[in-house]
């Protein structure tokens, strides 16, 4: 299916309706996804999905038995979320393990609302244990950085990816929705990230080789003689 440039929008506007109707926390991060998507990535889209595009509209057909599973397989990889986790798509990432990655949501509940991604396809009751244990060192660092009232920990998921959502709990706001800034995302990035300790090593290193250099220079026998 060969999609022209009217069609796409077409397609695009009622895939909107559709994602809009999901009980989901990150529907607005999905909307904005499709939003992106060019002829091309859009059939892609509707394939790994299963979603036919007629006249009447989208439809999207149940997935069962071997076809299924093998449909299934072929979809993590390009399932939204792994991308995100695999940096295929741009994210505000502010910390990571082997297992997981945490991430700014772009359409945030509350200032500093924080998504746990999985990296690997599997389901909330596989979440790995290093994603639940990240989720609550971003808590105790949303609660020491942005001091609000409560933090909320809660699980979702979203075409069989799953996810944990960090939402901080502010006095007297109520929890809403709403486009973040560009610069207000790049802020709380420097403020949450977890900083590489690395390049303290490479500096604790380079002084322990001058220490030492100094040393050596200090055993060497001085000459003294005059240069007419």
Same mark, same amino acid.
């Given at each position: 299916?060969a999609?022209?440039p009217?069609?796409?929008?077409?397609?695009?506007?009622?895939l909107?309706?559709?994602v809009?109707?999901?009980? #989901?926390? #990150?529907?607005?991060?999905?909307k904005?996804?499709i939003?992106?998507?060019?002829?091309?990535?859009l059939?892609?889209?509707?394939?790994?999905?299963? +979603?036919?595009y007629t006249?009447t509209?989208?439809?999207?057909e149940?997935?069962?038995g071997?076809e299924?599973e093998?449909?299934?397989?072929?979809?993590e990889?390009?399932?939204?979320?792994?991308?995100i986790?695999n940096?295929?798509t741009?994210?505000y990432?502010?910390?990571?393990?082997?297992?997981? +990655?945490?991430?700014l949501? +772009? #359409?945030?509940?509350?200032?500093? &609302?924080?998504?746990?991604?999985?990296?690997? &396809?599997t389901?909330?009751?596989?979440?790995p244990?290093?994603?639940?244990?990240?989720?609550?060192?971003?808590?105790k660092?949303?609660?020491?950085?942005?001091?609000?009232?409560? +933090?909320k920990?809660?699980?979702?998921?979203f075409q069989? &990816?799953?996810?944990?959502?960090?939402?901080?709990?502010y006095?007297n706001v109520?929890?809403?929705?709403?486009?973040?800034e560009? #610069?207000?995302l790049k802020?709380?990035?420097?403020?949450?990230?977890?900083?590489?300790?690395?390049?303290?090593?490479?500096?604790?290193?380079?002084?322990?080789?001058?220490?030492?250099?100094?040393e050596?220079?200090?055993k060497?026998p001085?000459?003294?003689?005059?240069?007419?």
């Amino acid at each position: 299916m060969a999609f022209t440039p009217e069609q796409a929008e077409e397609v695009k506007k009622q895939l909107l309706i559709e994602v809009d109707k999901l009980p #989901n926390e #990150n529907k607005e991060q999905i909307k904005e996804y499709i939003k992106k998507l060019d002829e091309k990535g859009l059939e892609e889209f509707l394939k790994k999905n299963k +979603i036919k595009y007629t006249e009447t509209g989208i439809s999207q057909e149940p997935i069962g038995g071997e076809e299924g599973e093998e449909r299934k397989s072929q979809d993590e990889s390009k399932c939204i979320f792994c991308e995100i986790a695999n940096g295929v798509t741009p994210s505000y990432k502010i910390a990571e393990t082997k297992k997981a +990655i945490a991430v700014l949501e +772009i #359409n945030p509940l509350s200032r500093g &609302h924080v998504i746990i991604i999985p990296t690997t &396809h599997t389901t909330v009751e596989k979440m790995p244990k290093s994603a639940l244990s990240l989720a609550q060192k971003i808590a105790k660092k949303l609660k020491k950085k942005l001091k609000p009232e409560d +933090i909320k920990i809660e699980t979702s998921s979203f075409q069989g &990816h799953p996810m944990i959502n960090v939402i901080p709990l502010y006095k007297n706001v109520p929890l809403k929705k709403t486009k973040a800034e560009e #610069n207000e995302l790049k802020k709380l990035q420097s403020k949450l990230e977890t900083k590489k300790r690395t390049s303290r090593k490479k500096e604790s290193k380079e002084k322990t080789e001058k220490s030492k250099k100094q040393e050596d220079l200090s055993k060497l026998p001085k000459i003294n003689f005059r240069i007419p």
